[in-house]
Nanobody
Framework: QVQLVESGGGLVQAGGSLRLSCAASGRTFSSYAMGWFRQAPGKEREFVAALNWSGDNRYYTDSVKGRFTIARDNAKNTAYLQMNSLKPEDTADYYC?????????????????WGQGTQVTVSS
């Protein structure tokens, strides 16, 4: 069993930056692929970014390419989402997720573990 805890959300002005962290429990973190998803009020949860187990393969949804960066530090059992040039449409609850297969995926149902989320609000 893996527990994921997100942090780093908050209120920021448009054009600003935030770095989200996802701290994982357990000794198998380094073998998991990690993903970030977000859910805006009244909308479905959507894929944002994913990183494979080794950290050498990344995938982003088109709307965040060039602005967001997903990373991981296996020594710290932590994944990150660096968000730059934030826009009001990035406002959402952000969730990290772990996939035991270790493979890169944007499919929500392929993730096995989920955090509770952290809120990001971008003001215009």
């Amino acid at each position: 069993q893996v527990q994921l805890v997100e942090s780093g959300g908050g209120l920021v002005q448009a054009g600003g930056s935030l770095r989200l962290s996802c701290a994982a429990s357990g000794r198998t973190f380094s073998s998991y692929a990690m993903g970030w998803f977000r859910q805006a009020p009244g909308k479905e949860r959507e894929f944002v970014a994913a990183l494979n187990w080794s950290g050498d393969n990344r995938y982003y949804t088109d709307s965040v390419k060039g602005r967001f960066t997903i990373a991981r530090d296996n020594a710290k059992n932590t994944a990150y989402l660096q968000m730059n040039s934030l826009k009001p449409e990035d406002t959402a609850d952000y969730y990290c997720a772990a996939d035991r297969s270790g493979r890169l995926t944007a499919r929500r149902y392929e993730y096995d573990y989920w955090g509770q989320g952290t809120q990001v609000t971008v003001s215009s």
